[in-house]
T-cell receptor, first 115, second 111 residues
């Protein structure tokens, strides 16, 4: 079946340091799924951070970036300089079928930013 | 302003009891979803709906029922709650473009 594997947390990073959270995917029923990063801040629901639907393209939002790499089936999340407000749980996800909204999520990576 | 609202935020239930989790959305989205999140697992889809009166089974529907009486409301029902259903439950709405809007979650503990 379809699956998403991401960096196991918690990940602890000092403020202003760089960050990478790895995400790899396996999609058995479609060659090029849509790829997503969602984020859940404390006490809130998940919200979309960024989305890329075309292989080879890069998505960016709030200083985060992720590039859709079809060769390595990866969609790693990166940020050059993290802030304390980035502390949250980050979920990588893939979607197969437009119109259905069905997403397959990874386990989530808790990110802790140390001041 | 919250577009997807879940209630209750926290719930403690007894084994064998009936539990209803409620979700209301003001996005006017056709699609609604119930997920559960457990430590060591990603969000797993329990039930979903394409509109009022429709419910579909997700990946882990056993032990759960769903009800979509209107565009705005989508409930998850545990007829006979078990401790294995202790979890955090998230409701979400979407319009078919795979951008989901989530509620803040319901933490359910079944004793």
């Amino acid at each position: 079946g379809d699956s998403v594997t991401q960096t196991e947390g918690p990940v602890t990073v000092s403020e202003s340091e760089s960050l990478i959270i790895n995400c790899t995917y396996s999609a058995t029923s479609i060659a090029y799924p849509n790829l997503f990063w969602y984020v859940r801040y404390p006490g809130e629901g998940l919200q979309l951070l960024l989305k890329v639907i075309t292989a080879g393209q890069k998505g960016s939002s709030r200083g985060f970036e992720a590039t859709y790499n079809k060769e390595t089936t990866s969609f790693h999340l990166q940020k050059a300089s993290v802030q304390e407000s980035d502390s949250a749980v980050y979920y990588c996800a893939l979607g197969l079928t437009e119109g259905a909204d069905r997403l397959t999520f990874g386990k989530g990576t808790q990110l802790i930013i140390q001041p | 302003e919250a577009a997807v609202t879940q209630s209750p935020r926290n719930k403690v239930a007894v084994t064998g009891g009936k539990v209803t989790l409620s979700c209301n959305q003001t996005n006017n989205h056709n699609n609604m979803y119930w997920y559960r999140q457990d430590t060591g697992h990603g969000l797993r889809l329990i039930h979903y709906s394409y509109g009022a009166g429709s419910t579909e089974k997700g990946d882990i529907p056993d032990g759960y029922k769903a009800s979509r009486p209107s565009q705005e409301n989508f409930s998850l029902i545990l007829e006979l709650a078990t401790p294995s259903q202790t979890s955090v439950y998230f409701c979400a709405s979407g319009e078919g473009r795979q951008t989901l809007y989530f509620g803040s979650g319901t933490r359910l503990t079944v004793l």
